[in-house]
Nanobody
Framework: QVQLVESGGGLVQPGGSLRLSCAVSGITSNMYVIGWFRQAPGKEREGVSC???????KHSDSVQGRFTISKDNAKNTVYLQMNTLKPEDSAVYYC??????????????????WGQGTQVTVSS
C-alpha cells in the first residue's frame, strides 16, 4: 500500500524559506506523479507543484519562480523548496501520489493516495 509522510512545516517570517519533505513508499507503478497541494482555512484545496517519474515538473502560477519541486529516488523522497514565502502561502500542505499517471497535473481528483499534511504558517 502506498504511504506518504510529510515533514518540514513550521512558522516562518514573510520572505523566508522552508523545505518540505514527502517520504513515499509502496508505489508499484513505473508511471506516477507526486504532487504537493495546500488548503487554507475556508478555502478550496489548491494544487501547488508536481513531478512525474521522468522528472517533468509543473507549478501553479501562484508559486512559479518561488517554489521548486525535486525528488531523490535513492531516498524515495520528494521535496518542496519554498522561497520568498508570503502570508497567503499559509496552509496545510499535503503530498499525494497518482499511480499510472504520466502527464503532470495539479488536479487533486487524479491522485489516489494522500499524506496527513504539515502546517506552514507565514507570519511576522
Amino acid at each position: 500500500q502506498v504511504q506518504l509522510v510529510e515533514s518540514g512545516g513550521g512558522l516562518v517570517q514573510p520572505g523566508g524559506s522552508l523545505r518540505l519533505s514527502c517520504a513515499v513508499s509502496g508505489i508499484t507503478s513505473n508511471m506516477y506523479v507526486i504532487g504537493w497541494f495546500r488548503q487554507a482555512p475556508g478555502k478550496e484545496r489548491e494544487g501547488v507543484s508536481c513531478i512525474n517519474n521522468a522528472g517533468a515538473i509543473k507549478h501553479s502560477d501562484s508559486v512559479q519562480g518561488r517554489f521548486t519541486i525535486s525528488k531523490d529516488n535513492a531516498k524515495n523522497t520528494v521535496y518542496l523548496q519554498m522561497n520568498t514565502l508570503k502570508p497567503e502561502d499559509s496552509a496545510v500542505y499535503y503530498c499525494a501520489v497518482g499511480q499510472y499517471l504520466k502527464l503532470t497535473t495539479l488536479r487533486g481528483s487524479n491522485y489516489d493516495y494522500w499524506g496527513q499534511g504539515t502546517q506552514v504558517t507565514v507570519s511576522s
